[in-house]
């Protein structure tokens, strides 16, 4: 189910930041855990961030912990992925997803554990 659109990817120099967003008009984020997701070529998909549905808690892949801050805003019905300090290694597909959850104060750091995603958004770091 591809409910969730994602924007602000592009090609940057490294050391350089790009900030991401998602965003849906399927449903009321207040209500799901969110994540993003990358792919590089010819790897597996990888968790990069997480977030609870109430925004206290989240958690972020030791590649990127340090550089990557998940967001929220759930009155604009919004998650972003502030990216700073960006590498060559950073360089892939980048995709939102959502969980519905009853839990406030949970993430979830499995794509297993997600049914809505965006189609991705390329982020591409390179000299």
């Known amino acids: 189910q591809l409910q969730l659109v994602e924007s602000g990817g592009g090609a940057v120099q490294p050391g350089g930041s790009l900030r991401l967003s998602c965003t849906t008009s399927k449903f009321t984020f207040v209500d799901y855990a969110l994540g993003w997701f990358r792919q590089a070529p010819g790897k597996e998909r990888e968790g990069v961030s997480f977030?609870?549905?109430?925004?206290?808690?989240?958690d972020y892949a030791d590649s990127v912990k340090g550089r990557f801050t998940i967001s929220r805003d759930n009155a604009k019905n919004i998650v972003y992925l502030q990216m700073n300090s960006l590498e060559p290694e950073d360089t892939a597909i980048y995709y939102c997803a959502a969980r519905s959850t009853l839990g406030r104060s949970v993430w979830y750091d499995s794509e297993s554990y997600y049914d809505n995603w965006g189609q991705g958004t390329q982020v591409t770091v390179s000299s």
């Open positions: 977030i609870s549905r109430d925004g206290t808690r989240s």
